[in-house]
């Protein structure tokens, strides 16, 4: 996933137990990041 000039790259493997994937718990982070980061940047440049 590119978002900006950053490109992310997650390879992982999981458990048989686990209820969320790790690419998936990465890659929600990251769009809470960037959403986040968005949000800030609008605030200061409103």
């Known amino acids: 996933m590119e ?3 950053t490109l992310f790259t997650v390879i ?3 458990s048989e137990a686990a ?3 790790a690419y998936n ?3 929600k982070l990251i ?3 960037a959403e986040t980061a968005r949000k800030s ?3 200061v440049h409103n």
């Open 19 to 21: 209820k969320e994937t």
């Open 25 to 27: 718990k990465v890659k």
């Open 41 to 43: 940047y609008q605030q």
């Open 3 to 5: 978002i900006g000039n």
């Open 31 to 33: 769009l809470d990041g």
């Open 12 to 14: 992982s493997v999981q």
